[in-house]
């Protein structure tokens, strides 16, 4: 809709979409997507508090991409609540003060196209400082692709948040804009600003974007084509690594709504696509970032008790459990690519070495029968 639009063509308008609200979807998309990365990160951090590593560089990194996710989500609810997801005629009318809500909208376009960008950076980050300690030491080359993406993601997320932050100079003639096209006078005057076009400051950082996440796919394919291992813990690890590429569909086809996004006066639909898509990618993107390093939770579940179930007195206890905890703080409980051994292989090969992780259950039962037999037959 523009200013030019003829009353009979605003009168059509609002007959053919008196109806029309995504608002109700945009918020269940949102919602569902930011309790999956509530999940996802909670579950991250409770696997690796039992391998005591809970504030490692990635770690750290991923929780402040959650901060920004979820600021980025609630920006989307809040705009939802002025109208975002209606068409902008029903935005204007119901509002009291018009143009405000729609202003108000707008604010939160511009807000969430600032805030996502360091959201992203953080993810890809956290992943790439995961990958460095994961694999670094199995394919030594793949070292320094990690760190030349690791540069490149971090200058693409400082330079695109100035990009977003400087689309229109003095900024708030970002959304003031929006007083003009509906007829109203905006609350200060409107000369001597300057607005980016729309395909030069959001569409080239999303092409980038979608590039360094391609790459970031290709280094755990390196790596685990050299791998060596069983077919079954294999295929486990491909599959895992692969969710990553549901995040590099969504940010193809957010790339695809923001390029054909036409701007205009019906803002508050136009924009939906992009918002939904943006909040989609980012949680996700979370979710995908925190499955390998949510190994240690199967790890654990694959490795023998430590105290086999006496049916006396309950667990047993023994002068090895306090030593057998130590170690398993140092198993490989790090990443996925520990679960190419087996908890087998770690008690052959501590029996290799002469030491064990526990005495076996049969052993401790046999001890106990044979104190019992010489009580019995010795008397107390």
């Known amino acids: 809709m523009a200013t030019s639009s003829t009353a009979g063509e605003v009168d059509a308008l609002l007959s053919d979409h008196s109806t029309s609200n995504r608002g109700p979807e945009m918020l269940g998309a949102c919602i569902t997507s930011m309790i999956f990365c509530v999940i996802g990160l909670s579950i991250r951090v409770w696997a690796q508090s039992l391998i005591h590593r809970i504030w490692t560089a990635d770690c750290i990194l991923i929780i402040l991409a959650a901060i920004f996710t979820l600021a980025t989500a609630g920006c989307v609810i809040a705009a939802v609540a002025s109208g975002m997801g209606q068409h902008a005629y029903w935005v204007i009318s119901e509002d009291p003060h018009p143009p405000e809500r729609m202003a108000f909208v707008v604010e939160m376009s511009y807000i969430i196209t600032i805030i996502q960008a360091p ?60 007083y003009p096209i509906f007829g109203y006078e905006a609350p200060q005057p409107l000369e001597d600003y300057t607005c980016m076009p729309q395909r030069t400051h959001l569409c080239i950082p999303l092409l980038l974007d979608l590039f360094s996440e391609l790459i970031l796919l290709g280094i755990p394919a390196v790596v685990l084509w050299n791998l060596q291992m069983a077919l079954r813990r294999k295929i486990i690890i491909i599959f895992t690594f692969s969710l990553g590429l549901f995040v590099t569909a969504i940010s193809a086809v957010r790339f695809y709504y923001a390029w054909t996004m036409v701007l205009g006066g019906d803002m ?43 049916k006396q007195g309950g667990y047993m206890l023994s002068i090895n459990y306090a030593s057998n905890s130590r170690k398993r703080k140092d198993m490989g409980t790090e990443s996925m690519l520990d679960l190419q051994r087996s908890p087998e292989d770690d008690v052959e090969d501590s029996a290799t070495r002469g030491t064990s992780w526990e005495t076996p259950p049969s052993h401790e039962l046999q001890k106990i029968e044979v104190v019992r037999k010489v009580e019995i037959h010795h008397g107390p």
């Open 119 to 178: 959201a992203l950076m953080f993810t890809k980050l956290s992943v790439l400082v995961f990958y460095q300690r994961a694999f670094s030491t199995i394919v030594r080359g793949v070292r320094w692709t990690i760190w030349g993406l690791f540069a490149f993601c971090l200058g693409l997320g400082v330079a695109s948040t100035i990009v977003f932050v400087c689309a229109c100079l003095p900024p708030q003639m970002f959304w003031l804009r929006v």
């Open 268 to 310: 508050t639909w136009a924009d939906t696509d992009t918002c939904i898509w943006t909040t989609v990618q980012l949680c996700f993107g979370i979710v995908t970032a925190c499955i390998p390093a949510s190994a240690p939770l199967l790890r654990l579940r694959q490795t023998p008790n430590p105290r086999p179930w006496n």
